[in-house]
């Protein structure tokens, strides 16, 4: 048991703590994911798209943000980001989370995923006669 000692608001921050305690293991929170398209890693000069998903019941609207590692602020407010042609600077890990825009209570966050950009394809290929 949480105790805080204070002369007046010893059963106040009781109530508060259990109620924080109940509400946070009735039920689980959806997560965000992202998905990278083609793949998370790519050739330099291809098209890629990061997309942010959050399945949770009842709600139809949301408010998507898209961070960088290492980037200071948003770079994209869309459910989707595509780079086109995607380039090395691109490479890095990703996050993105969303609000319900009807309550704008519940901030839902994915895990980082990484998108890895490698040197351009070559499409040459050569044919040997057998």
């Not at 330099?44 to 959050?54: K, P």
């Not at 980037?71 to 090395?88: I, K, R």
């Not at 704008?104 to 070559?122: A, C, K, N, P, W």
């Amino acid at each position: 048991m949480c105790v805080l000692q204070s002369s007046k608001c010893v059963h106040t921050v009781k109530a508060a703590i259990f109620f924080i305690v109940n509400c946070c293991h009735c039920t689980e929170k959806p997560k965000a994911k992202v998905t990278i398209k083609p793949a998370q890693h790519v050739f330099r000069g291809e098209t890629v798209t990061l997309r942010c998903d959050i399945f949770a019941e009842g709600v139809t609207s949301w408010k998507y943000s898209w961070y960088k590692e290492d980037s200071t602020g948003v770079f994209s407010e869309l459910q989707e980001h595509t780079f086109s042609p995607v380039t090395e600077s691109d490479a890095g890990k990703y996050f993105c989370y969303g609000v319900e825009t009807e309550r704008s209570r519940s901030l839902h966050i994915s895990d980082e995923v990484t998108l890895t950009v490698s040197g351009e394809f070559d499409h040459l290929f050569t044919f040997t006669q057998v």
